[in-house]
């Protein structure tokens, strides 16, 4: 590296280099000029420029999810910084690690009635953003930059799962640095990529004589910390070499193959009929949780009969502090990935017991598989009055698209109705490829999202699934992917309401329907307004002339798919919640 003298800007941008940060999402602004010019000028990092800094938070969200670094997004302090806080909160409710970088007013200014002062002297916006990143730095000293730096970078790994916000005023950026500061490298590529929470050989050997190898009904329920392409990997083989069932949290949807034989599906907040059968029955002796922190919605509501009759153990590497709606018999630190990795590479002696705890449990499998994935109940609908075209059923969309898009397809989901009938009906390919904001959940956040994980992802097909309501609040963040050329297909599932609610208004009455109706807006033509390619599809037999559109593009393109209102399939937990 060169020893000549560098601002600021440049050294920040330098440190992003040498994490191998390939993308910053950002909204310009006079306050970040020196930065702009830093990122103009790197070899290595890309700059997309978003329509709102939510988007651009969002879309940093995204490109963490995706390439396992950490997610960078820029802007200007005050309004730039208040329009991140959405984002923020999407990435510390899941555990998201990602860098905000805002350029304040000059330091000469600051508390002098400047415009957009976000200092003590004006909004003092540190203040709002600390209860949701781990570190709040504002670099007032060139001299302090190293360590500053440092500070912002250190937790910004799948280890610690932290988030920093690192502001600076802009005629700090400008200021030189010797080049001495930026040689020095404590935020080395390497340290990101394989830092991870070692695995408790001790425990889980214990863990393997006490249940795997024992003849006894075990069953595994993953969280959202065992969801990545590596894991999923490991997951898939100790599954099938001690012969235990799986199922998957909602955030743990993606960490295994749906479609196998020892897939129980999604428990809890849109369960699966099997798993719902399999983890709520006394008849299951063991259950061990890996990577969850079993809150409501992956508890079924807190359901008691998630534990009856059963051991609980939880398996974790989260740092936070446990949620305590279950009290486990068992609860062991040990790294979610080297757990799996370690627990893959244990070879059983081929002894008469364990082979017996094969042959019991090959008996236990083939019971619990005749109870399918979806209730049978959730597939009939009335029929419609004479002469009527059928509305097409959202599920059967889903589907539809899961079987004509390619098994390692990344699957990136809004929120609302359609989050529901994704995760029920799409069958998870268990490649880490499904993405979901999970815990906070804000509507249109999938729609910027999708644009990270595409970007992180590049050779990977990408779909974005997501609703009316969604795009009125982010849609416009489709341009972003046409002026960038990438490779999108967004799905808008259009039923003319707020799905979830609107049934809870027709239903039962539960709230006025004109809180939830919407108008029925042409998708269609917005997005041929903003640059993107898109069709609309009314029929089933629609899907593949409509894929095959997309696929001619070479940028994103937009399928409308005109549904009606229909319940969303989530009883098991609506049932839960009634019980609670």
């Keep these: 590296m060169s020893h000549a003298p560098v601002n600021v800007s440049n050294a920040v941008v330098k440190s992003l280099e040498s994490a191998k940060i390939e993308h910053v999402f950002l909204v310009p602004g006079k306050l970040v000029y020196p930065l702009l010019d830093a990122i103009d000028e790197s070899p290595s990092i890309r700059a997309i420029v978003a329509a709102h800094e939510t988007g651009s938070a969002f879309m940093a969200d995204g490109y963490a999810r995706a390439s396992r670094k950490f997610g960078v997004c820029l802007g200007i302090s005050g309004p730039g910084t208040m329009n991140f806080v959405p984002g923020m909160a999407a990435a510390q409710a899941d555990g998201i690690p990602v860098l905000y970088v805002v350029g304040g007013v000059s330091s000469r200014a600051e508390g002098k009635g400047a415009f957009q002062d976000a200092t003590p002297g004006g909004i003092f916006e540190s203040t709002v953003v600390t209860g949701l990143v781990d570190e709040v ?272 397809t990344n699957v990136v989901v809004d929120s609302g109705a359609h989050r529901i009938f994704m995760a029920h009906y799409w069958l998870s390919s268990g490649l880490g490829n499904y993405f979901s904001s999970n815990s906070l959940a804000p509507m249109g956040w999938a729609i910027a999202a999708g644009i990270g994980v595409k970007l992180a992802a590049p050779e990977q097909a990408c779909i974005v699934v997501t609703g009316d309501g969604c795009m009125m609040m982010h849609g416009t963040e489709i341009q972003t992917a046409a002026r960038y050329g990438i490779r999108i297909i967004f799905v808008v599932l259009n039923n003319a309401a707020h799905g979830a609610i609107h049934i809870d208004a027709i239903s039962n009455g539960a709230i006025s329907e004109r809180f939830t109706k919407l108008p029925t807006h042409d998708w269609t033509a917005f997005a041929r307004s903003l640059g993107v390619a898109a069709c609309k599809v009314e029929r089933i037999d629609d899907f593949e002339g409509a894929l095959n559109d997309a696929s001619r593009q070479d940028g994103p393109f937009l399928i409308e798919v005109m549904t009606g209102v229909f319940p969303a399939p989530n009883r098991y937990y609506v049932e839960a919640a009634a019980c609670a």
């Design 137 to 408: 730095i504002e670099l007032k000293n060139k001299d302090n930059f190293l360590a500053e730096m440092r500070r912002a970078t250190t937790g910004l790994n799948w280890m610690r799962r932290a988030r920093s916000f690192l502001s600076i005023p802009v005629d700090i950026q400008r200021e030189t640095l010797p080049g001495h500061e930026v040689v020095r490298k404590p935020y080395e590529h390497a340290e990101f990529n394989t830092r991870e929470v070692p695995a408790d050989r001790v425990a889980l050997d214990a863990l393997c004589d006490r249940y795997l190898l024992k003849p006894i009904r075990v069953a595994f329920l993953i969280g959202s910390r065992g969801n990545d392409r590596e894991t999923a990997s490991a997951i898939l083989a100790v599954a099938e070499k001690f012969r235990i069932p799986v199922a998957t949290t909602l955030s743990g949807k993606g960490a295994f193959p749906e479609k196998h034989p020892l897939s129980l599906g999604v428990y809890g907040f849109s369960s699966h009929s099997r798993a719902a059968r399999a983890i709520n029955s006394d008849e299951l002796d063991a259950l061990i949780v890996f990577g969850c922190d079993l809150n409501q919605r992956d508890s079924m509501n807190w359901s008691r009969r998630l534990t009856t009759g059963k051991e609980l153990v939880v398996i974790d590497d989260s740092f936070e502090p446990p949620v305590t709606g279950h009290i486990e018999h068992a609860s062991i630190f040990s790294g979610i990935r080297a757990s799996f990795r370690w627990l893959a590479s244990k070879q059983p002696e081929p002894t008469s017991d364990f082979l017996m705890t094969l042959h019991e449990r090959r008996a236990w499998l083939e019971d619990i598989g005749r109870t399918p994935l979806y209730d049978p109940q959730f597939e009939q609908f009335p029929a419609p009055t004479s002469g009527e075209e059928p509305p097409l059923y959202p599920g059967d969309a889903v589907k539809h698209l899961c079987r004509l898009l390619p098994p390692d």
